[in-house]
């Protein structure tokens, strides 16, 4: 099965632009979801089909994918956004995580 | 509102089986694939299988055959996993997910505490 690998960490400032990669072989090719995991909490579904968010989930928070690469972008970044990101897609009708980035605010 | 909620945390010995139930509440049970996703203390997401509570189908990584066993109940709305022959390795928080029709996990149990020690 495929593999989607994520940068283990990524920093940013409060009110700063921050983007995380996932990449994998034809990536761009299948559907990109990514998910916001804080600590002691369950995943939550941020973005879907690569750039849509669901109800309830702040406009700061959008997604693209293209060629070998999703990427997920937080503009304006808020300390209650410093959490773990996973990206996710489907490999063959299995469903593949990435590694996770942990997200520091700084 | 739409929710899963799973049962409590387990603490079991090496070659134990353990059960862990999720039931859904606010949406039809039957209409969406419950996936099964572990995470082992400080590491990522691992997929581990799917039912379909409409079929009873299931669908699983090999690396689990023969320890892995997924079923549901229409009747009272639950999903359940079990594995057995526990391994330390399989200390894990263990979470249901709803499927979403396109493909996303769009809503996640709280997640259930196995604990594997001797």
């Known amino acids: 099965s495929s593999e989607l690998t994520q940068p283990p960490s990524v920093s940013v400032s409060p009110g700063q632009t921050v983007s995380i990669t996932c990449s994998g072989d034809?990536?761009?090719?299948?559907?990109a979801s990514w998910y916001q995991q804080k600590p002691g909490q369950s995943p939550l579904l941020i973005i879907f089909q690569d750039y849509k968010r669901p109800s309830g989930i702040p406009v700061r928070f959008s997604g693209s994918n293209s060629g070998n690469t999703a990427t997920l972008t937080i503009s304006g970044t808020q300390a209650v956004d410093e959490a773990d990101y996973y990206c996710q897609a489907w490999d063959s009708n299995t469903p593949v995580f990435g590694g996770g980035t942990k997200l520091t605010v700084v | 509102q739409e929710q899963l909620v799973q049962s409590g945390a387990e603490v079991k010995k090496p070659g134990a089986s353990v059960r862990v139930s999720c039931r859904a509440s606010?949406?039809?049970?039957?209409?969406?694939?419950i996936n099964w996703v572990r995470q082992a203390p400080g590491q990522g997401l691992e997929w581990m299988g799917w039912m379909n509570p409409a079929s009873g189908t299931t669908g699983h990584p090999q690396r689990f055959q023969g320890r892995l066993t997924l079923t549901g109940d229409p009747s009272i709305d639950t999903a359940y996993l079990e594995l057995s022959s526990l391994l330390s390795e399989d200390t894990a928080v263990y979470y249901c997910?709803?499927?979403?029709?396109?493909?996303?996990?769009?809503?996640w149990g709280h997640g259930t505490l196995v604990a594997v020690s001797s």
């Open positions: 034809k990536l761009g090719d299948k559907f």
């Open positions: 606010g949406y039809m049970f039957t209409n969406n694939e």
């Open positions: 997910a709803r499927r979403a029709h396109h493909d996303f996990f769009d809503l």
